[in-house]
């Protein structure tokens, strides 16, 4: 596709449920990130994968959070045990990589996810 | 560890009054400064990327600079249609690519 698409837009939950934030990037793309935002902050970052294995995960707040990559394209955040507190806007980005650099990441329109 | 502290938090400006928003950082190794634009129930869209002291980058009217310590985001004449949060993110230690992002500026541009 032409941009990063993120599935659901929105997602309501009730508290203790299981979800899944799915995220299809820019074809060709190797690097995709996974980030968090609340009202008025700035992104918060989770965990970035390069091709199919996660290159950084320090950003997972405890072990309810898990993402995957298994043909290093389509990735899926899980959340298990949601609690209120989970409620955010989540974002997904990609970047490709050129003459070993990575470059500027663009964003899809995130999933808003509300846990009641 | 890598730190993004942007400046001022929320700027009001008449349509055509110029100012620049401020993005101080604190990395291990600068690889890159990024600047985005996030409209509300958007992601971010992305503007610029500096990587020197020294370099410059201009789109319509707005203008990106870098120092060793901050960048600025000049913006000249501004229309409503500017009225955003801009975001600045720094990739810095070599051992990860991630980027961290300062809390952004909501800029609100009157007529």
Known sequence: GAGVS?????????KGKYVELRCDP????????????SLGQGPEFLIYFQGTGAADDSGLPNDRFFAVRPEGSVSTLKIQRTERGDSAVYLCASSSEGQGVITEAFFGQ?????VV | EDQVTQSPEALRLQEGESSSLNCSYTVSGLRGLFWYRQDPGKGPEFLFTLYSA??????????ATLTKKESFLHITAPKP?????????VRGSYNTDKLIFGTGTRLQVFP
């Open chain 2, 81 to 89: 249609e500017d009225s955003a949060t801009y975001l600045c993110a």
């Open chain 1, 26 to 37: 820019i074809s060709g793309h190797t690097a995709l990130y996974w980030y968090r935002q």
């Open chain 1, 6 to 14: 993120q599935t659901p837009s929105n997602k309501v939950t009730e």
């Open chain 2, 54 to 63: 020294g370099e410059e980058k201009e789109k319509e009217r707005l203008k």
């Open chain 1, 110 to 114: 995130g999933t808003r996810l509300t």
